[in-house]
């Protein structure tokens, strides 16, 4: 399975983003996956933020990120979506997405989000 995430860049504090992450090769197919959102800030280690099920219907928030990040999925497009609203310097990280509850080994590059004024 591939992962390719987009849509990061650097934000003031307060602003949104939307990142985007297409999968591919898949055997099971995109809609049979749960798929989670992660981000790994620079010397931590890669942490789960948000989780969605394989229909879109059920989600999971961490603490840190719960009211202003909101996921979701497209199932004919094979993506997984994130949007970040009210975002901190404490969000600047590494985001990548992955399977859920247990990731694949093989990551994607990631998108950099950095949080700045």
């Known amino acids: 399975v591939q992962f390719v995430e987009s849509g990061g860049g650097l934000v003031q504090p307060g602003g949104s983003l939307r990142l985007s992450c297409v999968v591919s090769?898949?055997?099971?197919?995109?809609?049979?996956?749960?798929m989670g959102w992660y981000r790994q800030a620079p010397g931590q280690e890669r942490d789960m933020v948000a989780r969605?099920?394989?229909?879109?219907?059920?989600?999971l928030y961490t603490d840190p990120v719960k009211g202003r990040f909101n996921i979701s999925r497209d199932n004919t497009k094979d993506t997984v979506y994130l949007q970040m609203n009210s975002l901190t310097p404490e969000d600047t990280a590494v985001y990548y997405c992955?399977?859920?509850?247990?990731?694949?080994?093989?990551w994607g590059q990631g998108t950099q989000v950095t949080v700045s004024s």
């Open positions: 090769g898949s055997r099971s197919g995109f809609s049979n996956l749960d």
């Open positions: 969605i099920s394989t229909g879109g219907r059920s989600w």
């Open positions: 992955n399977l859920v509850p247990k990731p694949l080994p093989s």
